[in-house]
């Protein structure tokens, strides 16, 4: 193994480090933040346009941000300031005024949408050295062990005293972890475009138009996803499984995420883009097994539910470096976070109103979205075929 391969490797693991702590404490602190909304005093309708607006920051932002980490080139800048705003989930345990932990809420959504772009780029230079789908994926496996041990610390943590202050106060130790972390990558690696070839340094600073085309089926193939909070609203409307099991089935989701991130990533590598097609397929079979009334069909479309979020998550996030210039690589990322954000929101108020109708729209709904993002993959592949021609 070459030097700068194994440097790679070091800094993929380090910040793999970095995203499971702010997985921890980000993903720890979403799960009880509804809740303490409620104890400080604040109605169903403020959580939810606290709940609405934070998601809506944490991906509209990422357009601004993107373009900007690629015209000032401060992809570390950004990587910190994203991450040091992480320091407002343990300030939650300082306020008692809903209003106050509402905009902290919000301000740890705004920290998201500044790192993103800047630190998915930053991960796309380095990764060239050992597989962009195998560097993706073994960063994801890192980052969903912390979204599996954050809820799960608040779990433990209330298992003996319903603290919410404490569960934030507590918070303090994997923020600090973190920006330490975080400086040692910077150490490391702080040139890291220095990782990838010249040749994507020099390419055009234009978006092409496989990016484009990509974009629009990752919009399809996204809205046709069905999100598990409506799949945990219909396990709990029909009594499917017991309350203790709906966020039990949600973490074996995180752990098939976690296992399949790596082994995808590896695929991508060998394979390319054809791996992507499993999207399209996996996600309109989701809604027919966990909209089932038996729990083991429904846990198997749970299980196939995390598979399809290990590709979005690795090879979808991977594709993107390999579609864009160095250039346009924040920017790329910008775009496709929003229209990833954006097509989530449209795909979950979409299958909620017809959850309410039909039960067996959804089912539709799912088939007609997945049955466009396949057309436009076999598009995307042949117009990729003839431009190698």
Known sequence: MTDIK?????????????????????????SVNAQYLKELGANALWVGIVAGLGEFVGYAIRLVSGYLSDKTRAYWVFTFIGYGLLITVPLLALTGVWQVAALLMIGERLGKALRSPAKDTILSQVTTQVGRGLGFGLHEAMDQIGAIAGPLMFTFIFAYVVDYNLGYTIMWIPFILLMGVLIIAKMLVPHPEQFESTSHNNSSDALTPTFWLYNAFSAFAIIGFASFPIIAFHLKSHNIVSDMTIPLLYAVAMGVDAVFAIIIGKLYDKKGLLVLLVIPIASAIVPVMAFSFHWVTVTIGIILWGLVMAVHETIMRAAIADLTSLKKRGTGYGIFNT???????????????????????????????????????????????????
Do not use: H, P
């Open 6 to 30: 194994k440097r790679a490797y070091q800094f993929i693991i380090i910040f793999g480090i970095i995203s499971l702590l702010g997985d921890i404490i980000y993903e720890g602190a979403r």
């Open 339 to 389: 229209t990833y954000g954006l097509c989530m929101f449209i795909g979950a108020v979409s299958m909620g109103w017809l959850y309410e109708i039909d039960l067996r729209y959804i089912m539709v709904f799912s088939l007609l979205n997945e049955l466009i993002a396949l057309v436009l993959f076999v598009y995307i592949v042949k117009f990729i075929r003839s431009k190698k021609q």
